[in-house]
């Protein structure tokens, strides 16, 4: 019981199910997250901690950037905890959206290209 209660804290913000699922479609940095949800990153570090703690969300520096991923071993673990609620077991799919989603600026930056002057003022602090 005490994963189905950690996983529906989780859930339980509109804001992080949208950064889900973003996230499901590709991993991106938190800057591109706020600027695609139009939050601020501060915010958006905040609900990626709170999905990093329940397990969904894994985290990767690259260059100057954390970069945020669905953690499918985090989702099926819950996928197995929910089966006697739910009947079922849920399992990670790629959406298959990859970055068409993402404005094309931001994903350079994100992606280690260019970075504007404020990205590198608001340069997410490592582990957030």
């Not at 005490?2 to 996983?7: A, K, M, S, V």
């Not at 499901?24 to 905040?46: D, F, G, W, Y």
Request: proline share 5%; with cysteine; hydrophobic share 35%.
């Amino acid at each position: 019981m005490r994963e189905q209660i950690r996983l529906f804290k989780a859930l339980s913000s509109e804001s992080r199910l949208k950064v889900l699922l973003l996230l499901k479609e590709h991993p991106q940095c938190v800057h591109l997250i706020a600027s695609r949800l139009k939050m601020t990153q501060p915010a958006v570090s905040q609900h990626l901690r709170a999905l990093k703690e329940a397990g969904l969300v894994k985290a990767e520096k690259r260059g100057t950037f954390m970069h945020y991923a669905m953690n499918p071993r985090g989702v099926e673990g819950y996928g197995k905890a929910l089966a006697g609620i739910f009947g079922g077991w849920a399992r990670l799919q790629q959406s298959g959206k990859g970055t068409a989603n993402c404005p094309p600026k931001l994903l350079k930056e994100c992606q280690g290209g260019q970075t504007s002057r404020r990205s590198r003022q608001h340069r997410p602090k490592e582990g957030s």
